[in-house]
């Protein structure tokens, strides 16, 4: 939101709208003749301070746009612009709707500025759709549409603002700019309106940021203040999102909340967005994203913007897209997530004051219990009033005193003589009878006299007593009276009124990894460059210009690099990947040299918390170092590898094996274990490694028909070393196969589940060459092998499998000659036993099936999957408490790591 007003404004009193920016400050540039900068003959600049007309007038611009234009004031919320376009409502109030440019008009009067401003102002109000009841087109806050023209739109005051905002004789009055007319200098507001609204505002030397709250959360903490018990306050934002507010700091400086879009799947190539961010609309919302997608961000096919009164942004993705991967890619490169920086600044006596919205909620109820009692206590001195007067009037009449005066003259001797007449009557009276009293008595009319009815006057009398007693009733019980108060206005205008912004705590989104890939990356191991433009080198994978490059090199070194056209790494590479550096699970295992011809070392280690462009050495930083083995473990693998010696002497033994999963992960500033002090022939991988790392959680993205271990899609569990992922097909074939995030999936894939070796799988199949359909109960044998169950006839199908323990299905015959066979409920477990994966399975039925369907399986209570109790910790741990598993063979099976 900008500021309401227009940037050329001198102090008040010196205004002239039709004086230009130059024609305003022609005295200044000639005034004094100082220059900001004196700049000498050596050139160089000398700063000269702020004298004269410079320094007075720029204070008293600073302080005017501050007091009178930027800030909104504690007491009632509204800055000064805002407050004349109230008053002047009010002023114009007759319950009909007025021409907004009649009441902009009409602020002219209090307001020394142009009418853009007050008009802008006013539609700014009128959009938080609290104080102002509008009629025609004011703006779409959600689309970012602006109002028509003031001349053809409409507003008047709502309900809840003539409750809350007016009351003339508890008013602070002032004079206006040009002492003509009396103006408000702060409205009597009896709610936290400017906690509801917002304010924002940007002055000379500071600015302010208030966001907006929710009504009713508003009241019920304002409640809670009076009661004395805590309370936490949190924005609201008639855009509604869903926002991250846990580090908010109670609005003050340096707290921040994250505003993020609503993004739903429609289906797999379709996101909506039915909610947007806090300070922005659809226009920019679009925008944003397009932007994203030119620059290669994300991959979108087309936009659609369908917002009426509810947002509705369809976002159409190319067929194998992933949305998930979207969802986080527009949070992270568009402006679906906002951030939002408050900035609790008010004008309180004539000052900035720098404050948390708990503070500014409490000063505000304060002030309503205050506004409430100075209500009470002028009500209570009226209906002391008129109780005073009525007993007067009422011994006037009934003692016919009027008939004392008959026979007098002058004036004074009227007063005289009804004075004395009321004496003797007068003694339960609540003060002394004046003479402004007798006056009054004086101007009854005598047909009121005739038709005095003493009953009724007692009546009246003792009414009026009873709204005192309620009056000083309220104000011995103040606090109890302003919380009815808020209670009231929570049930009349708190309907409706609800929380918009869902709060939840955001997950951090790495942009690395769901940036889209659409740059091809290479490398010329001999001359050590890598970079995006080498074209007729290597090439290594697909990156993005934000992704950093991981590049080890034969003498030991690694360095972390940020992609682009073409860098000098250092020559004979011999790996290189993209990094991640939140990735805890690859493990570098690497065997190095000592110096020309040194020692030998092994080591395994991650690498995290690196400085970019910055050599690491990861040998013992002895000249003349070299990798003799190098391999990079996605998963934590642990190959075991063969060593062969150069024949040396009387050297016995020059072959033995190495298990890396026998070392321990350490940091990649470790020395490592020595593995020989002779020299090293050749290495050779003799066995493929397994994962030595802790479970690790696997997804399945539909969409793209992926595994992923970044929580998109479907959560299939979490995987040890040998555990395994069963894939069954709709042309009945199943597998069993290792869970590598590498692996490719047919598009007639059924079942996709973490494989339990001893769960059975049920099939009813029908079988082309015997013309009928068979059930069956298998175990898989076989893991890495794709295998039929079902026979390899032209004409035989799969009709239904399950993976459930005791699994049920209902089969629907085809009718048959009108005739329709009842349904079938096959309880799978007691109709077979478990057979064979090869055997053909127990005949079902000959009869034509329409359909087969799976009901809800039968009870079971599956075995917990648990850890062998032969496994236990055996040793090498290090100071950290991590280890390994070892069977009763020595064998490691899992490691602490």
């Known amino acids: 939101m900008k500021d309401e007003e227009d940037d050329n404004l001198v102090p008040q009193g010196q205004e002239d709208d039709t004086t230009s920016g130059d024609e305003g400050f022609e005295d200044i540039k000639t005034s004094g003749g100082h220059n900001f900068y004196d700049n000498k003959e050596d050139g160089n600049d000398t700063i000269t301070k702020v004298t004269g007309m410079y320094k007075d007038w720029f204070l008293d611009y600073a302080s005017y746009v501050i007091l009178e234009r930027a800030v909104p004031a504690i007491e009632d919320g509204f800055k000064p612009v805002q407050r004349r376009i109230m008053h002047s409502l009010k002023e114009l109030d007759d319950g009909r709707y007025n021409k907004v440019a009649n009441v902009v008009g009409h602020t002219m009067q209090y307001h020394p500025h142009g009418d853009q401003s007050i008009g802008d102002a006013m539609v700014q109000i009128g959009q938080k759709e609290l104080l102002i009841d509008c009629q025609g087109n004011w703006g779409n806050i959600l689309t970012g549409d602006g109002a028509a023209a003031s001349r053809y739109i409409e507003a008047r005051l709502s309900k809840f603002a003539l409750e809350v905002l007016y009351s003339p004789k508890i008013t602070d009055w002032g004079m206006s700019y040009d002492g003509r007319r009396a103006e408000p200098n702060n409205?009597?507001?009896?709610?936290?309106?400017?906690?509801?609204?917002?304010?924002?505002?940007?002055?000379?030397?500071?600015?302010?940021?208030?966001?907006?709250?929710?009504?009713?959360?508003?009241?019920?903490?304002?409640?809670?203040?009076?009661?004395?018990?805590?309370?936490?306050?949190?924005?609201?934002?008639?855009?509604?999102?869903?926002?991250?507010?846990?580090?908010?700091?109670?609005?003050?400086?340096?707290?921040?909340?994250?505003?993020?879009?609503?993004?739903?799947?429609?289906?797999?190539?379709?996101?909506?967005?039915?909610?947007?961010?806090?300070?922005?609309?659809?226009?920019?919302?679009?925008?944003?994203?397009?932007?994203?997608?030119?620059?290669?961000?994300?991959?979108?096919?087309?936009?659609?913007?369908?917002?009426?009164?509810?947002?509705?942004?369809?976002?159409?993705?190319?067929?194998?897209?992933?949305?998930?991967?979207?969802?986080?890619?527009?949070?992270?490169?568009?402006?679906?997530?906002?951030?939002?920086?408050?900035?609790?600044?008010?004008?309180?006596?004539?000052?900035?004051?720098?404050?948390?919205?708990?503070?500014?909620?409490?000063?505000?109820?304060?002030?309503?219990?205050?506004?409430?009692?100075?209500?009470?206590?002028?009500?209570?001195?009226?209906?002391?009033?008129?109780?005073?007067?009525?007993?007067?009037?009422?011994?006037?009449?009934?003692?016919?005193?009027?008939?004392?005066?008959?026979?007098?003259?002058?004036?004074?001797?009227?007063?005289?003589?009804?004075?004395?007449?009321?004496?003797?009557?007068?003694?339960?009276?609540?003060?002394?009878?004046?003479?402004?009293?007798?006056?009054?008595?004086?101007?009854?009319?005598?047909?009121?006299?005739?038709?005095?009815?003493?009953?009724?006057?007692?009546?009246?009398?003792?009414?009026?007593?009873?709204?005192?007693?309620?009056?000083?009733?309220?104000?011995?019980?103040?606090?109890?009276?302003?919380?009815?108060?808020?209670?009231?206005?929570?049930?009349?205008?708190?309907?409706?009124?609800?929380?918009?912004?869902?709060?939840?705590?955001?997950?951090?989104?790495?942009?690395?990894?769901?940036?889209?890939?659409?740059?091809?990356?290479?490398?010329?191991?001999?001359?050590?460059?890598?970079?995006?433009s080498l074209k007729k080198d290597e090439y290594v994978t697909d990156c993005s210009d934000i992704d950093d490059v991981i590049i080890f090199l034969r003498n030991g070194k690694m360095i972390i690099t940020k992609v682009d056209a073409k860098t000098f790494v250092g020559k004979d590479i011999i790996h290189i990947a993209i990094f991640d550096k939140s990735d805890k699970r690859t493990i570098y295992n690497m065997i190095y040299r000592d110096g020309k011809s040194g020692p030998s070392y092994i080591k395994r280690f991650n690498v995290s918390g690196v400085t970019r462009d910055k050599a690491y050495d990861l040998t013992n930083e002895t000249a003349g170092s070299q990798v003799l083995y190098f391999s990079c473990n996605p998963n934590g693998e642990a190959e075991v590898i063969t060593i062969l010696l150069r024949q040396i002497g009387t050297i016995k033994k020059l072959k033995f094996d190495i298990d890396f999963a026998s070392l321990a992960i350490k940091g990649r500033g470790s020395k490592g274990n020595l593995v020989t002090k002779y020299p090293i022939k050749k290495i050779e991988l003799k066995e493929k490694g397994i994962s030595t790392l802790l479970p690790r959680k696997v997804w399945f993205d539909d969409t793209v028909q992926r595994l992923n271990v970044d929580a998109r899609g479907e959560l299939l569990g979490e995987f040890r070393p040998n555990d395994k992922i069963l894939v069954v097909s709709q042309s009945g074939k199943v597998k069993v196969i290792t869970p590598e995030l590498s692996t490719h999936f047919d598009q007639d894939m059924i079942i996709l589940e973490k494989w339990v070796p001893k769960k059975p799988i049920s099939a009813i199949y029908y079988d082309g060459e015997k013309e009928r359909y068979y059930i069956k109960r298998f175990l898989v044998e076989a893991e890495n092998k794709e295998e039929s169950f079902i026979t390899e006839h032209a004409n035989s199908h799969l009709e239904i499998v399950a993976t459930d323990y005791r699994p049920v299905a209902e089969l629907v015959f085809t009718k048959v000659k009108g005739v329709q066979k009842e349904n079938m409920i096959v309880d799978i477990e007691s109709f077979i036993a478990l057979k064979g994966f090869k055997a053909l399975g127990n005949q079902l039925t000959t009869d034509k099936l329409k359909q087969v369907n799976l009901l809800d399986p039968l009870p079971y209570d599956a075995p917990e999957e648990i850890i062998p109790e032969e496994l236990e910790v055996k040793g090498d741990t290090n100071a950290n408490g991590s280890g390994f598993y070892r069977d009763n063979d020595g064998q490691i099976i899992l490691s602490l790591e």
């Open 187 to 532: 409205l009597p507001v009896k709610f936290p309106l400017l906690l509801a609204s917002g304010a924002e505002g940007i002055a000379v030397g500071l600015s302010t940021k208030v966001l907006p709250h929710n009504f009713n959360e508003l009241i019920d903490s304002s409640i809670k203040i009076l009661k004395g018990k805590p309370f936490t306050l949190y924005p609201d934002f008639l855009t509604q999102g869903i926002a991250d507010v846990s580090n908010y700091n109670d609005g003050l400086r340096g707290g921040r909340i994250r505003v993020r879009a609503k993004i739903g799947q429609l289906d797999k190539n379709t996101l909506v967005i039915t909610q947007i961010p806090f300070s922005t609309n659809t226009t920019t919302l679009i925008d944003s994203i397009l932007k994203a997608n030119d620059k290669g961000k994300i991959k979108i096919k087309k936009i659609e913007d369908n917002t009426a009164a509810e947002v509705e942004i369809l976002i159409h993705l190319f067929p194998g897209v992933s949305p998930d991967k979207t969802i986080d890619a527009l949070f992270a490169f568009t402006a679906c997530e906002t951030s939002v920086a408050p900035l609790g600044c008010v004008i309180e006596d004539n000052k900035p004051l720098f404050i948390g919205v708990s503070a500014m909620l409490k000063i505000s109820t304060n002030r309503t219990v205050q506004l409430l009692k100075s209500e009470l206590e002028i009500q209570l001195s009226e209906l002391e009033e008129q109780w005073h007067f009525l007993s007067l009037e009422r011994i006037f009449i009934e003692n016919k005193i009027y008939r004392d005066i008959e026979e007098m003259t002058t004036r004074e001797t009227v007063i005289k003589a009804v004075d004395d007449g009321l004496k003797p009557h007068t003694k339960h009276l609540k003060r002394t009878v004046t003479e402004e009293d007798i006056l009054r008595l004086l101007d009854i009319r005598i047909m009121r006299i005739s038709k005095f009815d003493s009953n009724k006057a007692q009546d009246k009398i003792q009414s009026l007593e009873g709204d005192i007693e309620q009056v000083k009733h309220d104000l011995e019980n103040l606090i109890d009276f302003a919380i009815a108060y808020f209670v009231r206005l929570k049930e009349k205008y708190g309907k409706g009124r609800e929380r918009q912004t869902e709060l939840r705590v955001f997950d951090d989104i790495e942009a690395t990894k769901v940036v889209l890939r659409n740059t091809k990356l290479y490398v010329n191991r001999e001359e050590g460059f890598v970079g995006t």
